[in-house]
């Protein structure tokens, strides 16, 4: 019997988790994912490490070893962080090789602290890329309008890239842009432009969390009748942009010298509303060469459930354009729906992040 992940696999949707942990991979879950739900890699936030770091016994003795050094709190995140990320990207190393590089991916991402901070960004990412050392590792960056010109130039640098937080088709197309940049740098830089990845991560529930707000605030007929549609539209719009830029001459030329192609990440897929089937976010936006990184309830829904029925994307785009210009008609300010979102987007981030700062700070005071 083919499970539905493997289906999705076989559609050409790579399954990446939404989450890790030192107890993942100490445990051979990791393991146990990649060979039972067709798990290819994993990305990481810093909501993620803030709830591994707060719930796991298992960073104790290192965090021990951390307080006697006289590690402060961010180098205390940043060893124990990349440590796990290193050791993912070694249980992913065959996934990695079996794919030429496509998939047995990990990502971390640069301190959210840095959103806004082009120079800082780009020195965090080129540390986090040598610290953690691994040709599989993912740096994961913000589509902040700071953040553009770091992708350019961390990819101009040779160092492979998950770009996160894009919520617009403008800031996707600005984000390819970047992307394409970066090739161009790192072309004449002389770097293997083979041996450089992306991704660009396309938040999708989000989207409906914030539009279906608006809609119940409007609360006419025509409005409620949008309800859940808008983040599966975007994302699918998202695609057919993606397949428009990268039949430009100047990114074909690139592909042509041996570069590879940004791929899309449907991120946030879990489904925020009870309501809604809980596979929403993946079965209805299969596509080939597409990434969709999900929390852990998300998988085991798709694997026990999951209605694969191959691609669902590239039939749909009238449908997601209508969906657009009915939203317009009814008044949601769609331009404003992203920016809060980006807005929120980091802020939650950075929230996360002073959160593990503390959790951090906790353990190396009781540790010492």
Known sequence: MTSPTSAL???????????LSRSRIT????????????????????????????????????????????????????????????????????????????????SIEVSPDLAHDTEATIAQAKDLWSRVDRP?????????????PAITEVIGAGISVNVTLIFSLERYADVIDAYLAGLEKAKAAGHDLAGIHSVASFFVSRVDTEVDKRLKAIGTDEA????????????????????RKFAEEGAKALVAAGAHVQRPLWASTGVK???????????????????????????????????????????????????FDALTAVGVDFADVTQVLEDEGVEKFVASWHELQETVQTALESAQ
């Open 136 to 148: 599989n590792a993912l740096i994961k960056i913000p589509a902040t309008k700071a953040g553009l």
């Open 273 to 323: 509303d009870p309501a809604l089937p809980d596979t929403l976010y993946v079965t209805e936006l299969v596509a080939p060469g597409t990434v969709n990184t999900m929390p852990e309830k998300t998988l085991e829904a798709t694997f026990d459930h999951g209605a694969v029925t191959g691609d669902t994307v590239t039939g749909a785009y009238g449908d997601a354009h209508g969906v």
């Open 27 to 106: 445990s051979g879950n990791l393991k146990d994912l990649i060979a039972n739900r067709d798990v290819v890699g994993v990305t990481t936030n810093p909501t993620i490490f803030a709830g591994a770091l707060s719930n796991g016994e298992s960073y104790a003795e290192q965090v021990a070893v951390l307080a006697q050094a006289g590690a402060t709190v961010d180098e205390a995140i940043f060893a124990i962080t990349t440590d796990d990320v290193r050791d993912a990207a070694d249980v992913f190393r065959g996934v990695y090789d079996a794919t030429d590089g496509v998939d047995g991916r990990v």
């Open 224 to 243: 409620l009748a949008l309800t859940a549609r808008a983040g599966v539209a975007n994302a699918r719009l998202a695609y057919e942009l993606f397949e």
């Open 9 to 19: 696999s076989a559609a050409g949707v790579s399954i990446w988790l939404d989450d």
